[in-house]
């Protein structure tokens, strides 16, 4: 039975595997001190335009969110963030967990609203509430939209005019990045961003997350932090290893892009055979409402996820792509569908 | 230029390795609910001689330790730990940023002793103080020595008369079992312990640790606490797969084995040649005095790690070896340390 | 100018500033362990009808709110509050800072409702999410209604079949246990609810909280909590000296009854002028929608508090009364608006 | 039986008791931003000839050092104590519940030694370890000792050159103050200390604990902190009236000089009744080695604290005096002691 349920059900691109074959008897100093991640840190530099900015790599993408937002506020300071995002809703309270307290900001399509950002910061007015400091945005969102340049233009507008830090969870910033509505390049993530993850476990890696900090202010002993949480990988080159395989070449964008196809087709199926979308994605998720009859008989050949009930006789369900899913697999279930 | 710095310098197995590339492509479930890890986990319980503990795998050893010790105790709990405990020195205070005060208790050699135990728990007698409620062991110590099955015994005597839970810290645990002078099995372990982990990352795999629940109260939510801490790999199966393989044909203990005969081989060669030990180990790191010229002759062809400060001209250096050292380099180095 | 900005703008009733002459230079054990403390703890459990409680005093209301939380959940565990909620607003996120999340559910009048615990405990299924252990909720509310008897069985019956604890922040419990619309004794509360709080500070004391802990499970070590969280007094007779005798007499309920009853004689008296209220409430805090014009005029002689903007002409204000306003004031102000 | 138990087991000096009648039933503000708090504020800044610093004021000692240690580190900072220290022994680890280690460092009689910093600042090498951010020691120290100007010269030189805070607490500051060995003045904590709290508690309060910020970089947002620990009294004019009385004519170090002088009297008494001391005390509490046969026949009428136990058959106890100890129970308690 093949699988919808997520875009880490597979493991990593050749590259990463033959690398890994080649690497795997040498010796290389411990957590991250090594010439892989040195070169993995420097290629990324060198896409993202931007040699000043730290690169950290992280084992996951809970770990690097909890890990960001710990070191980056005091302990009274609060993230702002929109009600479905990722730190919000799934991530067993991690941030809590740190001291931080989640202000949820209005949000449409899983995008913070910069006039959400202004009644929040408003609303907290004083000693007796915590104090806004950060806003976290996911790019892709959590229901598979992406954020346009101009939009991150005035995030950060907003963010100077109020002194606030403006962090991206990248975990699919490669879908993003590939998304048919991106106007964003890779050289503007370091212009309007503080600090951002770029998500290698849902694109091509077995695992890990590279976090880029760009702000100054930020960079300070990040690296006790990460040790601290239990985020440094002994073996580090391995994340090295897999962050230069996935920046070579484009690669990264590439396969994302193959995922988003994947994923379109689908929804385009969907719509063509008259379903209505839950919510309009772009990239590698989709979400579709159908009757809880089709939902069964999908279901017999095909594993994908309860997102939210409709109606009596209605469901939402997420149906997700990955660098690994094969067009012939997306073939197959549109038929499959058309005969429902 | 070799180095004997530490034990998570070289990947993993073979048998590891071939299995990634024959896994990598299918699907699986995520968060380690697939089946390799049912299997590796059958696999465990099966060596451990014990149907009903539980076993979750996780990615390093800070991260195992942090997740354990804020699961089991209550805010004002504390764990008691040898002043050479890893979790004392070398995790950033990560049990401190969880909550918890790490008491130190009288050691030896790097072991906690049953009165040290005792005269903790009596000094910490009221509410002005926290309450000791765990007792931390590493197994091999960071010293390199093993605990004897009757210091086990006594260890969990005292445990069940002042109410404490046991909590052993198995990183070099492979070590520790197959050290000459250890009379611990795997089966021991979960008749004494209230919850251990089992090493991988520095014994055969590329990452992971496991750890194993003993005490029925210990186990609730764990995976809950996993999550929140940032601990919960997306690809869980990886770690199944890993686990798997160094539980099938011995292959965990045999590995070890060889780590701590090329770093006896080691020891005697430095006693041989009239330096002495600055602790007297049985496992892969051994710890040895040595003159500082010496050390600027050693460190032009291998590189080794600083330990302490001796007098004006001797230091103590740890070397450690692993389950890939060839033992030509251990020859070649004895030869060129003789020749000093 | 007289103030209605809130209720702990004045000191203690005569009683307690006479018993404090009286003990000022006796000695006393620290920390709650003396006489009066015992006496006081008596007197309440008497009062309650509950000998089997344990009662502990803290000095202020969010510490009380802290220790509670910190005490009784796991580190995964939230507590679930109406979005109104004290913890949730106004304590800096002192519940988030001791780790917890606060999930917000549906409430009405600033009262949670038995529909959205279910629905909360219902959306937080793995562990991937929090998990709801425990419900908050206030009484009188922030928003000044008060709980009825069929509402706390309810939520007690609620609660039981979810597994999950009953806390109420009794900051104002005297002017809900003495609103017009109250049936509620102080004997129901230890029928219905887990742990809940007495309130002191504004209602009669200099300062102080008493905490009913009524579940045993929830008992154990408390002190421990309340001393690590920096909340027990050294000099704890001060607080047992207040709560003794605001019990004696019935005087919590008899000086709550006067600040009830002045409240609601300024809401008469809005409503008598043709003002509207923001929410009905039947306690010692009253909110009533304003044109602006009227609100710079009261402004000039009596101070109140913003609660929130209603349209371009209208605000809604905060009124609020205590134990030791005086009636003549009262008088004074109605006049005073019936002639704007 | 009279005790010597602790300097909290009586209330306030009668200029308190007075002020607290005649305030009572006047209306303040809430949270310290009243008059009182501001007079209090102005002329504690007079007697520290510190016109710039911040002062707050907060309810207890444990609550003072943990909000002000919250606050100052960032979550991998450490700070440094005695091993004697209050916050490492007597806080039920609330440090580490805020999330910090407290790493020992040398000291000698209670006093941390300008060699133990350095020596722990270099152990404490890399991102595995934590990083220690602050000194901190109490004064009087916790064995009645106190630090000279010299001593707290040689500290601020060694945290200058380290990078640290340092950061005084001030429970015992009135004793300290005006003991017989001390040369240190009022203005002088301000020229060598970043952070410190002057004690009310212990001298002349009922409770209440005044936070002096020296160091422009500590002073940012405190009251948030306050807020969110607890400790942000909602009739905060109790304790601006407490401090304002006890610095007005110079009761603070009056008042302490008496409580010196009565147990410098007893100690000289045991000295000249032949038993030795555990620590030489200068201040108001005494340690005194004596044989168990004299501490039973002291202890029928007296009250007084076990310490440690020395042998067999002799402990040391403590004795402490406060502002209230009257000269005639010290007199009568000599003529008990020499009948022995």
């Not at 690497?23 to 957590?31: E, I, R, T």
């Not at 809703?89 to 950002?117: C, L, N, P, R, W």
């Not at 109606?311 to 792509?321: E, I, L, S, W, Y």
């Amino acid at each position: 039975m093949y699988s919808f349920c997520n875009d880490y059900s597979e493991g990593a691109i050749p590259m990463i595997m033959e690398r890994l074959q080649e690497f795997n008897k040498k010796q290389n100093p411990g957590y991250g001190m090594d010439e892989i991640c040195d070169k993995a840190r420097e290629k990324i530099q060198e896409v993202l335009q931007c040699p000043t900015c730290d690169i950290h790599f992280l084992v996951g993408g809970t770990q690097a969110n909890l890990t960001v937002i710990a070191s980056a506020l005091r302990p009274y300071e609060a993230v702002m963030a929109a009600d479905s995002g990722h730190i919000n809703v799934h991530e067993t309270g991690a941030i809590e967990a740190s001291g931080h307290k989640v202000v949820i900001v209005d949000s449409a399509d899983g995008k913070v609203s910069v006039e959400g950002i202004y009644e929040e910061v408003r609303r907290h007015c004083d000693e007796h509430m915590v104090k806004p400091k950060m806003v976290y945005i996911s790019d892709a969102t959590e229901l598979g939209s992406v954020y346009r340049k101009a939009e991150l233009q005035a995030l950060r507008k907003t963010c100077d005019a109020l002194g606030l830090y403006l962090f991206m969870d990248g975990a699919r910033l490669g879908c993003a990045l590939t998304a048919s509505d991106n106007d964003v390049s890779f050289a503007d993530l370091c212009k309007y961003i503080d600090v951002f993850s770029i998500g290698g476990t849902k694109n091509g890696a077995l695992f890990g997350e590279a976090v880029v900090i760009v702000n100054e202010q930020l960079k300070k002993d990040f690296r006790y932090m990460i040790k601290q949480r239990g985020g440094m990988l002994a073996k580090g080159w391995l994340l090295g290893l897999q962050f230069l395989s996935l920046f070579e070449d484009d690669q990264y964008r590439k396969i994302a892009a193959h995922a988003n196809a994947m994923a379109q087709k689908l929804q385009t199926a969907f719509v063509d055979c008259g379903y209505s979308l839950f919510a309009k994605s772009s990239t590698n998720q989709i979400f579709v409402i159908l009757p809880n009859e089709v939902i069964k008989k999908l279901e017999k050949e095909y594993a994908f996820q309860f997102w939210e009930k409709v109606d009596a006789t209605h469901t939402a369900m997420r149906f997700v792509t990955s660098w690994a899913t094969p067009e012939a697999v997306i073939d197959e279930f549109i038929t499959y569908l058309k005969q429902i």
